[in-house]
């Protein structure tokens, strides 16, 4: 790889290397955004590590570049011949809400339609065809479609995104690398990036000390507000403390976390409300907006959104997706009651970690200087909070995962280098269930109903 030609130069060539056709305005106007993202000043030092590595670990901090930029340095550093065979760059993302709204920017940096040279694949959607370049999809979907080719033919470059989620695709599919992908296929790569130095960390002594390049920290202080005691109904004192930051606080857009899209549309509701009492537009024009999966696409992309302008603000309210999957500009306070769903499906709410809690209040300074507000007590966060993220595969039922290794012909599962093994009962039972279903027979190996 060389890091020659591209679209994604400083200095752009006149003709979109894609489509053949002039650039347009607004290429020219997020190029020259684009070019001030931290992640752009490593640039070299990432590809020719790259070039000279067949893994490669990267941290970086939300909102530096990782997910949009990273597969098109990739990109710009391949010399792609139409008459060879293309090969993709893939980037997975846990969750299916970023792999569609990353896949929608990086289609408008590279001046493209989605679904053409940028295209993306989640569960019930795949918008990506002949011509796609770069994909972005779920890690599920990258789980499945190893399963039915288990080399990734298509790939050329694989890049795992937001790894410190741990979610349970994200450690099946490192565990499909390491152990089989990456030694049958010495011309693919694998990226790992990681929001957290210490998941980074964590991927690099799993992948044997493999280079990581950690993209450095541009943030602005971040003053941390505790309650004085703890909250009953945190979804009142939210949107209390939401009213409260408007009526108050200087001019900044604020960040609300909740766990969940009722939650979320209640809060929404609710500040509206107390904003129309206090006599609407007199206290400045608020823009209440919500981000959960649940909601229809064009609502998403209200998230991006411009700011009405001071003494108006945006408030966004959002589910664990904003804490490190997409990154929002403008934002200077953040609401944190340290709460969140034990996984997208679950109806369990529990406490989240303090690696998590201190995700969320980086958020607050990303612009300028902000303010967190935790609406917890300080001794909450010290004794209640656990240090890091637990991963989603110690905390699951592990069927389908040994349908998939099952699938991909790794029969060995107590053995199979998982990052953090799950527990030797867990597999059993899991083994112990796919029997009694019949989707394995009692050697252990897939019936026609399994396969
Ligand atoms: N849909 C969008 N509309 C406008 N700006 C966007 C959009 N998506 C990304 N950006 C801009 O691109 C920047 C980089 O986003 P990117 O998702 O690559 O960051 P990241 O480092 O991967 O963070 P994260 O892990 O949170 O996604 C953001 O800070 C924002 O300025």
Request: some cysteine.
């Amino acid at each position: 790889m060389s890091s020659a030609g591209g679209d994604g130069g400083v200095v752009s060539a006149v003709l979109n290397r894609w489509t053949g056709r002039p650039y347009s305005q607004t290429y020219h106007q997020i190029l020259h955004k684009r070019t001030t993202l931290p992640i752009w000043k490593q640039k070299d030092e990432f590809l020719q590590l790259l070039n000279s590595n067949q893994t490669l670990i990267l941290v970086a901090p939300p909102g530096s570049g990782k997910s949009t930029q990273i597969p098109q340095f990739i990109l710009d550093s391949l010399h792609h011949d139409r008459t060879d065979q293309m090969m993709m760059i893939g980037c997975t993302q846990p969750r299916r809400l970023a792999a569609v709204a990353v896949a929608r920017r990086v289609a408008a940096e590279m001046d493209v339609a989605v679904g053409e040279e940028v295209g993306y694949k989640i569960r019930y959607q795949d918008d990506s065809g002949e011509k796609t370049v770069v994909k972005y999809l779920t890690d599920g979907a990258l789980v499945r479609e190893a399963m039915a080719d288990p080399r990734l033919g298509r790939y050329k470059v694989v890049v795992v995104d937001e790894v410190h989620e741990r979610s349970l695709g994200t450690d099946v599919l490192l565990g499909i690398m390491k152990e089989s992908v990456l030694g049958n296929r010495p011309d693919l790569k694998l990226v790992v990036m990681s929001a957290t130095a210490s998941e980074g960390e964590r991927v690099q002594a799993y992948f044997n000390g493999a280079p990581l390049v950690k993209v450095r920290e541009e943030a602005h202080p971040v003053e941390v507000v505790y309650s004085r005691e703890s909250v009953g109904d945190y979804l009142g004192a939210v949107v209390r403390k939401a009213v409260e930051v408007h009526l108050r606080e200087p001019p900044g857009d604020v960040l609300v976390f909740l766990a969940g899209e009722e939650e979320i549309e209640a809060a929404r509701r609710g500040i509206d409300e107390e904003v129309r009492n206090l006599g609407g537009d007199r206290v400045g024009p608020v823009k209440v907006v919500a981000l959960h999966s649940a909601l229809p696409e064009a609502m998403q992309e209200e998230i991006f959104d411009p700011s009405p302008s001071p003494p108006g603000r945006k408030i966004l309210v959002s589910t664990n997706i904003a804490e490190t999957s997409l990154a929002i500009d403008g934002i200077v306070y953040v609401i944190d009651p340290g709460f969140d769903k034990q996984n997208v499906e679950s109806l369990v709410v529990s406490r989240i970690s303090k690696a998590s809690a201190q995700q969320r209040s980086r958020h607050a300074g990303r612009t300028q200087q902000g303010k967190c507000f935790r609406l917890y007590t300080e001794r909450t966060f010290n004794d209640e909070m656990p240090p890091e993220t637990y991963p989603e595969i110690l905390r699951s039922n592990l069927a389908n995962v040994v349908l998939t290794l099952k699938k991909m012909g790794i029969h060995d599962l107590v053995h199979f280098g998982f990052m953090d093994p799950p527990a030797p009962e867990a597999l059993a039972r899991a083994l112990e269930e796919l029997n009694r279903l019949g989707a394995l027979d009692d050697e252990g190996s897939l019936t026609k109903l399994g396969r």
